[in-house]
């Protein structure tokens, strides 16, 4: 199985949006509302940002939003702050008991 | 305060057997499916294993088959992972995390411990 596919890279200035995309298969993002989002600083553990497709875990900041369209699924951070800047992964159920990866997305607050 | 630390890491031969343990505190053990989840160097995320809650089933990624086994020992609150047949492409931080079957998530995270496989 492949990892699910992500843009290497975004940017943005301070108080823009961006989104992320996470493309899987029908076997994976697509057929399960089982998609996480995790933010990665440097040299630090990872850190949910998002469960459940869309659901923001206590203490996270309501900047951070999700979505799911058929195989793909979104992560928008708005208004866009300088400790934002990470690398951002996507993860779903991918049956089977196995979960998949995103590569990851590196995120750049100009 | 939720807890996970890893321990047992270190510089491996190919071939070779490690086995990494993670003390969990701060939360129902015991009733939590657990997980290891490793980073290659300069890599993304790659989910290993995991053991569901109740009855202890276990899963693993293809990459690493049956060479890797998942366990945990619910009376101290320690979640282990043997490693057996290491290889070169093994080479990752390993991290543990609170996930898994029925709880599709994985958070908290611990800090991590790094196995290397080299010559």
């Known amino acids: 199985q492949s990892a699910l596919t992500q843009p290497a890279s975004v940017s943005g200035s301070p108080g823009q949006s961006i989104t992320i995309s996470c493309t899987g298969t029908?076997?994976?993002?697509?057929?399960?509302?089982?998609v996480s989002w995790y933010q990665q600083h440097p040299g630090k553990a990872p850190k949910v940002i998002i469960y459940?497709?869309?659901e923001r875990p206590s203490g996270v900041s309501r900047r951070f939003s999700a979505s799911k369209s058929g195989n793909t699924a979104s992560l928008t951070i708005s208004g866009l702050q300088p400790e934002d800047e990470a690398t951002y992964y996507c993860?779903?159920?991918?049956?089977?008991?196995?979960?998949?990866f995103g590569g990851g997305t590196d995120l750049t607050v100009l | 305060e939720v807890q996970l630390l890893e321990s047992g890491g270190g510089l491996v031969q190919p071939g070779e057997s490690l086995r990494l343990s993670c003390a969990a505190s701060?939360?129902?053990?015991?009733?939590?499916?657990m997980s290891w989840v490793r980073q290659a160097p300069g890599r993304g995320l790659e989910w290993v294993a995991s053991i569901s809650a109740l009855h202890g089933d276990t899963s693993s990624a293809d990459s690493v088959g049956d060479r890797f086994t998942i366990s945990r020992d619910k009376s101290l609150g320690i979640l282990y992972l043997q490693m057996d047949y290491l290889r070169a492409e093994d080479t990752a931080v390993y991290y543990c995390t609170k996930g898994g079957p029925h709880r599709d998530w994985f958070d908290p995270w611990g800090q991590g411990t790094l196995v290397i496989v080299s010559s």
């Open positions: 993860c779903s159920y991918a049956g089977r008991v196995k979960w998949m």
């Open positions: 029908g076997s994976d993002v697509g057929n399960y509302n089982l």
């Open positions: 459940e497709v869309n």
């Open positions: 701060g939360f129902s053990f015991s009733t939590s499916a």
